[in-house]
């Protein structure tokens, strides 16, 4: 009779080598996030560095370096949170990969910042404060570096917790903070906090409400008709065409202000004359793409992938090109009064700086992005490239009504407030749908089941809209308090 220990023994190392396993992965999985977070780190530190080497030990030359280093975690903020707006809607329709559209936005966010980035940056971040109430250097400095530092804390806090904010509100609330702190509360500007404060409705609404316009008329006149490639022939060339012409009069408005200096209705009959042009150009293309594709709601989603993937871009280099001063803005300043012991409203962006910027954002969308692209993109209702596209095309339109207007608006806010209107008009439009015939696909629905289907997530309306109203009041809490710990170890 054979003994069965030699047996029962490979048993028992064949089930340790598979607990080492299952512990090798579960380290490689918790470890990631640390490799990004050392990724990010060396970045600020490689930013430190940087700017002690272009002050040349200049006097004061230790606040640069750390405004710099701070100027740079602000702009791997803003790449981490504030891209998800542009990349999410793509994503989510699956007209783009995770991998394509990190690259994607990299390279046309870097494009835009360095290319068509404002080399001129309003100090004071828009009037929130009066200039004289802080023209003392010292006070100046510990201003803006109170508004970095508190930005960026609140940035990440609200990127871990999965909240796409407003950069520009973080930043403004940042300023009005120390602000209050520095030169007292006659010193903030309270109409323009109390149209910031209004833009908080102003821009989901307005985002939301284009959107569903535009996804209800693709619905009515593509989508639920009997010939869906007839009608696709006809419109998804004209829909482009409106895409191409806003694109170009949303650049010529907001993302191109440094290379040519373009008044409104000159850069709407900039956008009208390619809308032309651009229609001309694809119908032969669709029709080319919808030549043997089958009569099916499926086949017209193709004909919207690409248009999705430009518009993603398109609001990349835009983004870019003006929310990089979000990050080097109050650094900039810094320099600034550093190097010449005073303040300006208004002051010139080294390159150095821009580069800060620009590789902060591509960075951070890179190493902490997919996060919230997911959460833009999937997880408050469910997108695919027709829907995706009036999104994209309601941030371009909703941005270029309000700047006409002169309302305050947030591409955030808008961004994701357009997500929300598509999600809300597909309820509508389901509930009226079932409400005629009493089926939803296909199938009967009892009244109470039906009152149970939601196709927007409630608890994101809930969490995003109190993380938009908190951003200013925190940040504003945060930087005042930030100011006077500067002060005091000054």
């Known amino acids: 009779m054979t003994n069965p220990a030699p047996q029962n023994q490979w048993k028992t190392l064949d089930k340790d080598l598979s607990r080492l396993v299952v512990l090798e992965q579960a ?87 360095l290319i068509a980035g404002g080399d001129v940056v309003s100090t004071i971040s828009g009037g929130i404060v ?6 003392d250097p010292h006070t100046f400095i510990w201003t803006m570096m109170a508004a970095l530092i508190a930005s960026s804390l609140w940035l990440n806090l609200a990127t871990a917790l999965g909240a796409p904010v407003s950069t520009t509100h973080a930043i403004v609330g940042g300023v009005m903070g120390a602000g209050i ?20 409705i102003i821009s989901p609404v307005l985002g939301g409400v284009i959107a569903a316009a535009f996804l209800a008329f693709i619905k009515a006149r593509i989508n639920d008709v009997e010939d869906k490639l007839g009608a696709a ?12 012409g806003t694109f170009a009069t949303y650049l010529a408005v907001k993302g191109l202000k440094k ?19 651009s229609v001309f150009l694809t119908r032969p ?6 030549a043997g594709m089958e009569n099916r709601k499926k086949s017209l989603k193709k004909l919207f992938g690409m248009p999705l993937v430009l518009s ?54 890179t190493l902490f992005g997919p996060k919230l692209i997911r959460m833009v993109g999937t997880e408050i209702t469910k997108l695919n490239p027709m829907r995706a596209y009036c999104v994209a095309l309601s941030a371009a339109i909703t941005v270029i009504v309000a700047s006409w207007l002169g309302l305050p608006v947030s591409s955030t806010h808008i961004a994701v407030g357009a997500v929300f209107g598509v999600g809300f008009f597909r309820e509508w439009h389901a509930e009226r749908r079932v409400r005629q015939t009493g089926i939803i696909k296909g199938k009967p629905v009892a009244p109470d089941e039906r009152s149970r289907r939601k196709l927007v997530r409630r608890a994101h309306v809930l969490s995003i809209g109190a993380a938009w109203v908190v951003t200013v009041p ?17």
């Open 259 to 277: 290379l040519i200096d373009i008044s409104m209705p000159s850069a709407v009959l900039l956008g009208l004359a390619i809308g032309v042009v």
């Open 181 to 200: 702190v520095a030169a007292g509360f006659g010193a903030v500007d309270w109409g323009k906090m109390g149209q910031i404060a209004l833009s908080w």
């Open 285 to 290: 293309m669709i029709r080319r793409q919808a």
């Open 27 to 113: 380290t490689s999985f918790l470890s990631r996030p640390l490799i990004a977070i050392g990724i990010g780190l060396a970045f600020v530190a490689f930013c430190a560095i940087a700017a002690a080497v272009f002050t040349g030990g200049a006097p004061n030359s230790l606040i640069i370096v750390a405004a710099a280093a701070f100027g740079a975690y602000m702009a791997l903020n803003i790449g981490a949170n504030d891209v998800a707006n542009n990349m999410g809607p793509a994503v989510g329709a699956n007209a783009l990969t995770m991998g394509g559209a990190l690259v994607i936005a990299a390279v046309f966010e870097t494009a835009g910042a």
């Open 130 to 135: 009066a200039p004289e109430a802080v023209a």
């Open 233 to 244: 022939r006809f419109w998804v060339p004209i829909l482009i065409g409106i895409m191409a």
């Open 312 to 365: 993603a871009a398109l609001l990349s280099f835009a983004h870019g090109a003006n929310d990089v001063a979000n990050a080097v803005g109050p650094l900039a300043a810094i320099v600034h009064a550093v190097a010449d012991g005073g303040t300006a409203e208004k002051v010139q962006i080294p390159l150095w700086v821009m580069l800060i910027g620009a590789g902060g954002i591509s960075f951070g969308l």
């Open 474 to 490: 925190l940040t504003a809490l945060l930087s005042a308090l930030i100011f006077v710990v500067l002060n005091w170890l000054a």
